[in-house]
């Protein structure tokens, strides 16, 4: 039996005023005012970096409770960071309790293995059609 994660998204007829719906949540996207909108929501880009870094704490979370390391609250700032030579995302992780280089290295390691950030790496393979 498959297993599908699904996000359903309506673009209303207001500006860019979206709305999704994910299971028996829902969220509101919009873009700022200057880019049209009318800033109801985070845009698409601030819930994929949102997706990011929940997806990297979560799962650095189940590798130290399956290790039984104390790493105490997780944080992950995600950013966009746009130069010359394009544009690239930078992760800056940390936690609230002391960590040995032995676990920052293997923590480190664990991060890339997010499932968000490999669908984002270009590890998932996207379907597109309009019906």
């Known amino acids: 039996m498959a297993n599908n994660t699904t996000s359903k998204v309506v673009l209303t007829t207001k500006n860019y005023l979206a709305e999704a719906k994910m299971r028996n949540h829902f969220a509101v996207i919009d873009e700022p005012v200057n880019f049209g909108g ?5 845009t698409p ?4 970096l949102t997706a ?36 690239y995302l930078k992760e800056e992780i940390s936690f609230s309790k002391e960590i040995d280089e032995k676990q920052k290295t293997k923590l480190l390691e664990i991060a890339g293995k997010c499932p968000v950030a490999k669908m984002v790496k270009g590890e998932t393979e ?6």
């Open 45 to 48: 880009v601030e819930y994929l």
């Open 52 to 87: 990011i870094g929940g997806c990297v704490a979560i799962t650095l979370r189940m590798y130290a409770e399956r290790k039984g390391w104390d790493v105490g609250e997780i944080t992950v700032n995600v950013s966009q960071v746009k130069n010359e030579n394009g544009s």
């Open 126 to 131: 996207i379907v597109s059609s309009i019906q």
């Open 38 to 42: 009318d800033d109801n929501g985070p």
